[in-house]
């Protein structure tokens, strides 16, 4: 596999591990409602570090739009890795190196420890997915080998933006790219489908049409001509027909050319005698090498009796397969024997096809932005946004953006649950403090409003480190703060606040963990506390500050001692 080689990697590798572990300060004020869902201003590699305790192997879908490290500073947040606050991170973290770094460097530097604490985040069913445009697009790609793995890749879609990019001197690029990658693709079940866009509309022309047939109407072209011109009624009287099955499939396939569809929904130009939309498909074997014996029996014509054309490798399906379809009536045969005969698929039955590479959508938030009254400058669309969720996600999931920006993946996840009676989370994070405030959390409300959403989101700014200088446990830290990083530290799963009780935040594998914590009197692990513990042959791990316990009776107990904070692992 190649490997990808910078001036600060050797910096930067381990550098998620170094991030101080900081503190979740919700702000009242700036929150809507009580939810699961979270905005949070500060700086993202923080912050993701920040939630790890609570989220760590929960997000099902990470959905970020990083910077693309093209030098643009025309919004209110800049898409330039040379940024003050990028810098003065660097020359934190890589040191004198980074005086040397080109804009590549710096941006593989930013994203390295970042990727790599979003790989922990994601489920072990979940997914990335990255936009990202031809200026970082070949780096990235090597990235995510390197951290998610090569065989974790699921394929990168090119989003046909349908708008070129005026540039005289190079190739215009008109699209973007979509990078995916699976936690561990072993658990990724089947292949992704998406939705026929205009199916729906699709199947409802079809009824109007059908609901036509043996009655007597106007063709729609004379309809169109009679109401342009006023035609006397005498003459609309001898154009009128009445319907039959080949005038409804005449005006259906007039009205399918016309319409902007894909080229699959497209295919589906053909009414039956039930009123099914419907399309034929090749049966032939799909491979190169020659069929097995038994997918090579001739199908007959219904009407002249006589063998139809073979494929010429032979049938798709074996001859048991080909006779239920026969008998299901999903075999389509020709006017005689002389045309090879075909699979009837139903739109109704096929309202989703597999997600393909190239994906075209050129529209814009425009409309909608005026709804809202706020503007953005080139966000992504919210429904191109919300379509992607749709495929990548279930009604249940937590999607994470680590690059907030304006808030689309928030108002995305909004939208598609509205549509699907979802109840999707997400969790954003905003670096700048104007556009967390002001515009990605102004957003999400005015949302929540639009699709008269129930629940909301808690804002939260990044506080104080968990351990202060002195490496002592920061004196705001609450209990359930620290119960949460404890167990998150000891089990590397996260903790289950409902059988938090007392001093016992939980159990796992045959382990129980109990934290002595901002008592009233001082944080002792004393006689009296033997009480507290439960009676079984667990091991029990008890975090306080002192012991006054023997050896030989944490022996009888089954007690290990941790004291705070020398022995709190730092993450």
């Given at each position: 596999m190649p490997t990808l080689n910078w001036i600060g990697k050797d910096a930067v590798i381990n550098h998620d591990k170094e991030v101080p572990f900081r503190l979740l300060k919700k702000v009242k004020s700036a929150s809507v409602g009580n939810s699961q869902s979270l905005i949070i201003h500060g700086d993202n590699l923080e912050a993701l570090k920040a939630i790890m305790p609570f989220y760590i192997g929960k997000i099902k879908c990470v959905y970020i739009d990083p910077p693309y490290n093209t030098g643009n500073e025309g919004w209110v947040y800049n898409d330039k890795v040379n940024s003050p606050k990028i810098k003065k991170w660097l020359g934190k973290v890589v040191g004198r190196d980074s005086e040397d770094l080109c804009r590549h460097d710096k941006w593989l530097c930013m994203m390295y420890p970042r990727i790599k604490l979003i790989h922990s985040l994601l489920s072990e069913d979940g997914l990335a997915i990255i936009h990202i445009d031809e200026n970082e697009v070949t780096h990235l790609k090597i990235l995510m080998d390197e951290i998610f793995g090569e065989n974790n890749d699921l394929g990168t879609i090119v989003w046909d933006k349908r708008n070129p990019k005026g540039d005289s001197q190079k190739v215009s690029y008109q699209h973007e790219s979509i990078i995916l990658f699976a936690k561990n693709i072993e658990n990724i079940r089947g292949s992704f489908s998406v939705k026929k866009a205009n199916a729906k509309e699709i199947i409802k022309k079809a009824n109007t049409l059908f609901a036509k047939l043996g009655k007597k109407d106007l063709p729609e072209d004379i309809k169109k001509l009679a109401k342009q011109y006023n035609f006397p009624k005498e003459f609309l009287e001898k154009q009128s027909k009445i319907f039959t099955l080949e005038d409804v499939n005449n005006e259906f396939q007039a009205w399918i050319k016309k319409q902007n569809f894909t080229g699959g929904e497209k295919a589906y130009r053909f009414i039956d005698p039930k009123g099914k939309v419907y399309r034929g498909v090749s049966m032939a074997w799909p491979n190169k090498s020659k069929a097995p014996d038994d997918y090579w029996i001739p199908l007959i014509h219904p009407k002249t009796k006589k063998e139809c054309p073979l494929p010429s490798r032979g049938w798709r399906y074996p001859s048991s397969t080909m006779q239920q379809l026969l008998e299901q009536g999903y075999i389509l045969f020709g006017e005689d024997h002389n045309k090879q005969p075909e699979r009837k698929y139903l739109l109704e039955e096929n309202m989703s096809q597999n997600l393909t590479s190239l994906i075209s959508f050129g529209g814009s938030d425009d409309s909608l932005q005026k709804q809202l009254g706020y503007q953005f400058e080139n966000p992504k669309p919210v429904t191109f946004a919300a379509d992607l969720l749709d495929i990548f996600t279930n009604k249940n999931d937590i999607?994470?953006?680590?690059?907030?920006?304006?808030?689309?993946?928030?108002?995305?996840?909004?939208?598609?649950?509205?549509?699907?009676?979802?109840?999707?989370?997400?969790?954003?994070?905003?670096?700048d403090d104007k556009v967390a405030k002001d515009i990605t959390a102004e957003r999400v409300k005015r949302a929540i409003k639009q699709y008269d959403y129930k629940d909301g989101f808690e804002y939260c700014e990044l506080s104080k480190p968990l351990f202060d200088e002195e490496g002592q446990i920061e004196d705001t830290c609450d209990f359930d703060q620290f119960a949460t990083y404890i167990y998150f530290t000891e089990t590397q799963t996260n903790i289950d606040s409902a059988k938090v009780s007392a001093n016992y935040i939980g159990e796992y594998s045959e382990?129980?963990?109990?934290?002595?914590?901002?008592?009233?009197?001082?944080?002792?692990?004393?006689?009296?506390?033997?009480?507290?513990?439960?009676?079984?042959?667990?091991?029990?791990?008890?975090?306080?500050?002192?012991?006054?316990?023997?050896?030989?009776?944490?022996?009888?107990?089954?007690?290990?001692?941790?004291?705070?904070?020398?022995?709190?692992?730092?993450?």
């Open positions: 999607v994470l953006d680590s690059f907030a920006g304006s808030g689309t993946t928030a108002h995305a996840v909004l939208k598609l649950n509205k549509s699907d009676e979802g109840s999707r989370k997400f969790v954003l994070i905003e670096m382990t129980e963990y109990y934290l002595i914590y901002k008592e009233k009197g001082e944080n002792v692990l004393s006689k009296s506390f033997l009480k507290k513990l439960k009676k079984n042959d667990s091991k029990k791990v008890v975090y306080a500050d002192k012991c006054l316990l023997d050896e030989t009776t944490l022996e009888k107990y089954n007690v290990v001692f941790k004291q705070i904070p020398y022995e709190v692992k730092i993450y």
